[in-house]
């Protein structure tokens, strides 16, 4: 079976790539090797609308979808698994519970 991506996705995808190449790979092994947290990277991820792909747009996210957020974790994983799980514990955490149990209130101070 054949899964092919639709533009907007390989849009994604792409800035995921050009992010990674420019941004991450220069700093990758000193970051790690000294164990510091990333924060101006997950900083432009956010810039970028990598973070809530899933989450409705009213809420913060980017709504482009649990694809999206797969592309764009994979191209970040390639290079750097701390960044990766930051990524994920942004979306994929207490956000995206709130989102799916949350009260509109709970979603509209939390998210």
């Known amino acids: ?9 390989q849009a994604i995808q792409k800035a995921a790539c050009d992010f990674v ?14 164990h510091i947290f990333q924060k101006d990277l997950v900083k432009k ?16 996210g980017s709504n482009t979808g ?4 797969a592309v764009i974790t994979e191209e970040i994983a390639k290079i750097s698994g701390s960044l990766r799980a930051a990524l994920n514990m ?7 519970e709130i989102n799916l149990y949350g009260t509109k209130e709970q979603k509209e101070k939390y998210i």
């Open 45 to 60: 991820m956010a810039d970028l609308d990598f973070l809530g792909c899933p989450i409705p747009e009213e809420y913060g």
């Open 66 to 69: 649990f694809l999206a957020h």
């Open 90 to 96: 942004q979306t994929m955490g207490s956000a995206m």
């Open 1 to 9: 079976m054949t899964f092919l991506l639709n533009k907007e996705i």
């Open 21 to 34: 190449k420019k941004e991450v790979l220069p700093r990758v092994e000193e970051d790690e090797k000294n």
